[in-house]
Each structure stands twice: as C-alpha cells, then as structure tokens.
C-alpha cells in the first residue's frame, strides 16, 4: 500500500526556517513528481512547490525565493526547505505523489508561524 510521512512541522518565529520531509513507500519513487500543498486556517489547499521526476520545480509566487523541493530518490524522500517563514504561511503542510492514476497524500505536518 502507499504511504506517505511528513515530519518536521513545528513553532517557528517569524524569519526562521524549517525543513519538511516527506518519506514515500508503496510507489516507484523516482518515478512519479512530487508536490507540497498546504491548508492554512480558513483557506483552500493550495499548491507551494512541486518536482518532477526530472528535478523540474515550480512554485507559486507566494513562496517563491523562500522555498525550495528537493528529493532524494535514493532515500524515497522529498523536502521542502522553507526559509524567512511568515505568519502567512501557518498552515498544515500536505506531501502528495503524483502516481497515476491516483494522487496520494500524507496526513500532513503542522507549521505554525507566530510574529
């Protein structure tokens, strides 16, 4: 079966930085893209940062400069560095694998930024 853990969510102050990690079974890891998505209170998912098998990122321009995906195929793991954090970006952060037909998800990583 697939699963994917994030950890590394916590309380951080406002300019600090933490790093999520994902780590993925069940799929042919260096295969399929990755993404971070996250939910902050009152919002809508949204995507921040997706891989794809290649090494290929994108992010969207709220984080963009401040974030960073990488993976680690050999480790069957994803990261999202996520430096000069915000109170904006308190939000749940969510790994997903993008492994047709399917996207699977983690059960996500509380970050907390306070001012």
């Known amino acids: 079966q697939v699963q994917l853990v994030e950890s590394g969510g916590g309380l951080v102050q406002a300019g600090g930085s933490l790093r999520l990690s994902c780590v993925a079974s069940?799929?042919?890891?260096?295969?399929?893209?990755m993404a971070w998505h996250r939910q902050g209170p009152g919002k809508r998912r949204e995507l921040v940062a997706v891989i794809s098998s290649g090494g290929s990122t994108n992010y969207p321009d709220s984080v963009k400069g401040r974030f960073t995906i990488s993976r680690d195929n050999a480790k069957n793991t994803v990261y999202l560095q996520m430096n000069s954090l915000k109170p904006e970006d308190t939000a749940v952060y969510y790994c997903?694998?993008?492994?047709?037909?399917?996207?699977?998800w983690g059960r996500g990583t509380q970050v907390t930024v306070s001012s």
């Open positions: 069940g799929i042919i890891f260096s295969m399929n893209a």
């Open positions: 997903k694998a993008i492994a047709s037909p399917y996207d699977y």
